[in-house]
């Protein structure tokens, strides 16, 4: 939270042990300490009402639905595009089946004719 470092503390230490004396120091930590607490309960609950007056988590959930509608309707595309896909190759391999049996039949009938 803060940039103080560990020599910085003990200067602070040293400064207040020499200004409030062995016997007031330790009700001093206290009150500084109850103070904090208090200040760190105070800024966690304006955070939390000003999240809840703007509607951050509505925000977020909204955000994350869109996120997934967009992922469905990618995936959507994209299988549609299969399907496409499958079904024009199936279409031209039944085509081809078709011609490929109507070369047959056209080949018999004329084996046929000619026997008769």
Do not use: C, H, Y
């Amino acid at each position: 939270m803060f940039d103080i470092g560990f020599s910085e503390i003990m200067v602070v230490a040293m400064i207040s042990l020499i200004i409030m004396g062995p016997e007031r120091l330790p009700e001093t930590v206290r009150t500084i300490t109850l103070w904090l607490g208090r200040l760190r309960q105070f800024i966690s609950s304006a955070r939390s009402e000003i999240e809840d007056e703007v509607g951050v988590d509505e925000i977020r959930r909204q955000l994350r639905n869109e996120k997934i509608m967009r992922d469905l309707e990618k995936s959507k595309d994209e299988l549609t595009g299969l399907a496409k896909d499958v079904t024009d190759i199936n279409q031209t391999e039944i085509k081809d089946e078709l011609a490929g049996l109507s070369e047959d039949i056209t080949k018999i009938n004329r084996t046929e004719s000619k026997n008769d």
